[in-house]
């Protein structure tokens, strides 16, 4: 490959006037490095590809979104699958928009055999185009597609947003792979985490983007010279690798499943978390009858018989052997989504989640901290702690496995959720999210006691900063990262002093943005982290560049850490019952777990504040190791 440089296209969403900039390869290798340098400077939404976009190496071709997140506060990373593939055919590596427009416009970018890209600002009426087709982010997609894809020679992708943008702080961008004839799929992608489509709309006045082309820049595409690295490092060939390095996403015969659903909820046991984070305080007999009857026997079941059997998985717009997308008709199946707003908020059913997803998705939320949020207001409205007239609802949720009806509760609250979620893309709502639900569960607290904030699980950065946690049961999720809510951090569950929890946070950090960084799905990350390096030597020449500029992007990104001590009871809870757990169920004897134990128990708060900042303190060594 010839690529010299990094080619960014910069907007004004507030003129329509751009230009394009280079950056030496060798100064930044990609969205993530070069994003930072541009957030900071701009305050931009910074949408880009990696190196490899367009190539043979499978999962390449993921695209990532880079800012100041509304939510977060701080800088922010999130991701969505085979979008760079359309977006290579802009022939930049970069898209970054400042300014904003005077009002609501999508912004149309094309590129036609080489000519220069066309840029195009068109104001649209946003209560008209979320009503437009399947509504919401999906209107979007369609009305771009039906007013602009007549304009492009290979199918078009749209980025879209819907009303949580524009009430909310943690809005998604939404996309969908489109068949010939500018078909809009229901195999939707998205950057979920960190509030990008509240940037995109309210800071930028952008409600999509739609981007193709025909440019096909100088792309890696022998699969022989590939083929002889890859056994050369692995004995076995690229595609052989991919293929086994994939086998959780696709069908892992061990399970009789596969993708994150399938396997996930296949292995939890009684790991499982249900009614907002309550089976934290269940005995292991009561969480394992809930994990057998409720999602072996229903939920995973469900999905097994209607989506692995049938065999309905497609993959996110590139050929990829992981065809990791697992749907049932129109309705697409992720653990982390059907798990908050499954489990997490007492749905254990697949029609029921699929109505309460289907909402979350059509209104373009950040699906995994809406469902959080939705579940904690479930757990005070069950309590009494929060009136449902309160928040602008009727019925009290059904939120204790006991006596629980799998379809009919699950239905029953499913519908409760689907009714908070309405409220909350309301103008003058009662659950007001427009400065994130941080703030908002203080002045609930502020009210109704400070219980109300008790139940609230998340991760706190800066003064408002604000993101529901991924869904495992690992002290790892609550850690005082730069960045939370991806998976930069150890959410394995084996117990790790705090200090060295927080060393491998800073490990785990270093390889998710070597992926990041290099456009490339995490669910190869079986090889792609080891030998990217090298690929980047064999292409590039800069091998040790390519390694010092990772350590410096994890550190900058380090070194403008906000993280906050949690506010919740119930994040302190979530650590104290992980620690039991692993003396008493799985056995651990471990001296260092024996203190933590014993601290916890004497004073919970005291001691959830050394836990919290030893692990604070392996972060930073290890981050200072590598500066």
């Not at 998340?458 to 960045?483: D, E, K, T």
């Not at 990104?557 to 809870?573: G, K, L």
Request: proline content about 4%; hydrophobic content about 40%; charged content about 25%.
């Amino acid at each position: 490959m010839t690529i010299q440089s990094l080619k960014l296209l910069m907007i004004d969403a507030s003129n329509g006037f751009y230009r394009l900039n280079r950056y030496r390869l060798g100064d930044f290798f990609g969205p993530v490095d070069l994003g930072i340098h541009l957030a900071f400077k701009h305050n931009s939404l910074n949408i880009g590809a990696g190196l490899l976009a367009g190539s043979i190496f499978p999962g390449s071709n993921r695209l990532i979104f880079t800012g100041i997140s509304p939510s977060w506060h701080g800088f922010f990373i999130s991701s969505m699958g085979g979008a760079a593939l359309v977006f290579d055919n802009l022939g930049i590596n970069m898209l970054s928009i400042i300014g904003k427009a005077n009002q609501p416009s999508i912004l149309y970018l094309n590129r036609n055999h080489g000519e220069e890209i066309e840029v195009e600002m068109h104001p649209v009426d946003l209560n008209e185009i979320w009503s437009h087709g399947r509504g919401g982010v999906y209107g979007v997609m369609q009305y771009a597609l039906d007013k602009f894809g007549h304009r492009y020679e290979n199918e078009p992708r749209v980025l879209a947003t819907g009303q949580a943008s524009l009430y909310t702080d943690f809005g998604a961008i939404a996309s969908a792979p489109v068949k010939k004839g500018n078909e809009l799929t229901f195999v939707d992608c998205w950057a979920g985490r960190g509030g990008f489509g509240t940037k995109l709309l309210q800071q930028h006045g952008i409600v999509g983007v739609i981007y193709g082309g025909t440019v096909v820049d100088d792309d890696f595409r022998d699969r022989k010279v590939a083929d002889e690295w890859f056994q050369a490092k692995y004995d076995q060939k690229l595609a052989a690798k991919d293929l086994e390095a994939t086998t959780k996403y696709r069908y892992d015969p061990k399970f009789n499943t596969g993708g994150t659903f399938g396997v996930n909820f296949a292995t939890l046991d009684e790991r499982i978390i249900a009614f907002n984070y309550r089976t934290l305080f269940m005995t292991k007999e009561q969480r394992l009858e809930i994990h057998k009857n409720f999602i072996l026997d229903h939920y995973l079941r469900q999905f097994n018989e209607e989506t692995i059997v049938t065999k309905q998985q497609k993959n996110c717009g590139e050929p990829c052997v992981a065809v990791c997308k697992k749907m049932h008709n129109h309705f697409k199946k992720d653990y982390e989504p059907y798990q908050t707003m499954g489990p997490l908020s007492g749905v254990f059913d697949q029609r029921a989640a699929e109505l309460l997803n289907q909402k979350a998705d059509t209104y373009g939320f950040d699906a995994i901290s809406v469902g959080g949020v939705v579940s904690w207001l479930m757990d005070c409205m069950h309590d009494g702690l929060i009136p449902p007239e309160a928040l602008g609802i009727e019925e009290i949720p059904y939120f204790t496995p006991d006596n629980f009806d799998v379809v009919h509760h699950s239905m029953h609250n499913a519908r409760i959720g689907a009714a908070l979620l309405d409220e909350m893309v309301k103008e003058n709502s009662r659950i007001d999210l427009s400065a994130g639900a941080r703030k908002f569960a203080r002045r609930m607290a502020r009210e109704k006691g400070h219980e109300v904030m008790d139940r609230f699980v998340h991760v706190g950065f800066a003064r408002q900063g604000w993101i529901v946690p991924n869904q495992y049961w690992s002290p790892g999720v609550l850690s005082p990262m730069a960045i939370m809510g991806k998976y930069y951090m150890n959410y394995g569950k084996d117990f790790f002093s705090p200090r060295e929890l927080g060393r491998e946070n800073a490990r785990r950090m270093i390889s998710e943005l070597l992926m990041d960084n290099m456009g490339i799905c995490r669910f190869h990350r079986g090889w792609a982290e080891d030998i990217m390096p090298e690929i980047v030597e064999k292409l590039f020449g800069m091998k040790e560049e390519f390694k010092r500029n990772l350590r410096l992007t994890a550190s900058r990104i380090n070194s403008r850490n906000a993280a906050i001590f949690w506010e919740s009871r119930r994040n302190i809870d979530f650590v104290h019952q992980f620690l039991l757990k692993k003396k008493h169920e799985d056995g651990v004897n471990n001296p260092e777990l024996e203190r933590w134990i014993d601290r916890f128990d004497e004073n919970p708060h005291e001691a959830a504040l050394s836990f919290w900042y030893e692990v604070h303190k392996g972060i930073h060594e290890m981050f200072r190791e590598f500066q």
